[in-house]
């Protein structure tokens, strides 16, 4: 996870630094995201609360947020995980998950299902699915147990074969031209899914 962490993180700036002239007031971040509300039930008084459950997200994009804050008033309300800023709810453009050397049948299952339930609650996110190197994740595996993802792109079919240090990945798309390649095109697709669109389709 070490290697996963510091790509993460490196992975924000460079995308930030690609959509700051575009995209000012957007912001790029690892955090929480609403998943899924359910009814609570309390086994000691019966009473019932509906509980806003939080996760989180290795990459959310956004330009806009929800104050929450008369949630935590409310006696029937449960606002569950979301600590970073407890008062704000992030409304995601996009949301990627991230893995850095390959992604097992079980985790693609996963965060599959964490997609269908957060485009769901915000059916104008896009959720995407990122790896560093695919490693033995097959185009096949990627097809058939990721269905719920709106984009999945790897960045390498190979695996990684060092420790990852930070700054690692803006080094590698300095030198790699197949690599910077596949990179832009991800920024493209970030930079397009944003742009306002001049349509009479809502969807």
């Known amino acids: ?3 996963e962490d510091l790509w993460n993180k490196d992975l924000i700036e460079v995308i930030k630094k690609e959509l700051n002239l575009e995209f000012p007031n957007t912001k790029i971040v690892k955090g929480k995201v609403l998943k899924d509300l359910f ?4 086994q000691k008084s019966s009473e019932y609360k509906v509980q806003f459950g939080f996760v989180d997200q290795d990459i959310v994009i956004y330009d806009e947020t929800m104050d929450i ?3 935590h008033k409310l006696k029937n309300i449960i ?3 979301n600590t970073d800023n407890k008062n704000q709810m992030i409304i ?3 949301i990627c998950e991230l893995k850095y050397d390959g992604i097992t049948s079980h985790g693609l299952i996963i965060y599959s299902e964490y997609a269908s339930d957060i485009k769901s609650i915000f ?3 896009d959720y995407w699915l990122a790896l560093r190197f695919r490693k033995s994740s097959t185009v096949n595996k990627l097809y058939r147990h990721g269905k719920k993802f709106d984009k999945i792109i790897f960045f390498d079919k190979g695996k990684s074969n060092k420790k990852y240090e930070v700054g690692d990945f803006e080094k590698e798309l300095n030198l790699d031209g197949t690599l910077k ?3 832009d095109e991800f920024i493209s697709e970030i930079k397009k899914n944003l742009r306002i669109k001049e349509t009479n389709f809502i969807k």
């Open 1 to 3: 996870m070490r290697d």
């Open 69 to 71: 804050t008369d949630f």
């Open 39 to 42: 009814l609570n039930k309390n």
């Open 92 to 94: 995601p453009k996009i």
């Open 79 to 81: 606002v569950h995980n």
């Open 181 to 183: 390649k596949i990179f």
């Open 123 to 125: 059916p104008e996110c």
